[in-house]
């Protein structure tokens, strides 16, 4: 009964929530909510929406980053382009790990924030190494959300993984049906979240050929996995691009206009959920 009535209070709340939302100036298309996980934890969830609204579901899309990502700006704006082409994109740290013991957007690619961030990062990756479903049930519960959103069509829900949550995205895609594409970016060796490669939907890969964090020959591994499994996928590596070359420009000197592989490998990835959701494409 307790179980029920909190998915009552969460279908109440996402109704609001629309409403608040068809209201919403073009400017407000983010919010944050929190989200129950286990034990009465909870789990900051960014959901972007498309600023010209939604008069009908949209697909979805879970976009997970690594420890203090969703401060970061780049994700911010990558999100709301990506909704903008009409999804709902909900940007979450699977790991839950404290947002206030991260870096902020002007801080974490360098010096002390960088420094803080590995820190960070090894944490995560250590307590990995005990277990990872800890890590996977904050993805369910951000496609539970989602599924159960009424601005949501919860039988076209993408999975996009930046770094480690990449690999997690492949190893949860394997055991949720309601998973129809993953967008695969830049992960590294799998053996802390193995994958089963025959029960993968599509796949779509990204990744530097000059990655500085994680070899790309774990990209060409999971491109030889699913070729041999069967399984539909796309592949594309960058010359000459290191880790975080589809998100990363410095704020300070950049825009991401300036970045030409950045500029299309977004492209690529719109076309690519498009596709495999049955989504039609709408610039605004």
Known sequence: MKKEATKVIWAICAVVVMIAFSSMEMAHACFRVEIPVVNGSSLPVYLFLPKSGASKP??????????GGTKIAQYHEHCQLLADRDYVVALIDPSNYPEDMTPGPWSWDRGIGYALGSINQGA?????????????????????????????????IALSGFSQPANAALAYACK?????????????????????????????????????????KYARELAWNLKTSMRPHEVNIYPEQKHMFNIY???????????????DAFEKMVCFLNRTLGHDMKRN
Do not use: C
């Not at 420009?249 to 500029?263: G, I, Q, S, W």
């Open 176 to 216: 949720d049906p309601r998973i129809r594409a993953v967008v695969w970016n830049y992960g590294g060796w799998p053996w802390i979240m193995p994958y089963e490669p025959f029960r993968l939907p599509p796949v779509q890969i990204f990744h530097g050929e000059k990655d500085d964090v994680y070899d790309v």
């Open 124 to 156: 995560v990756g250590a307590k990995l190494f005990f277990g990872n479903q800890w890590y996977l049930k904050t993805i369910r519960a951000t496609v539970d959300y989602l599924a159960s959103s009424p601005w949501v069509d919860r039988s076209r």
């Open 58 to 67: 949209l697909p979805g899309v879970v976009v997970g980053v690594g420890v």
């Open 249 to 263: 420009y410095d704020l300070r000197t950049e825009n991401r206009f300036m970045k030409p592989a950045l500029l």
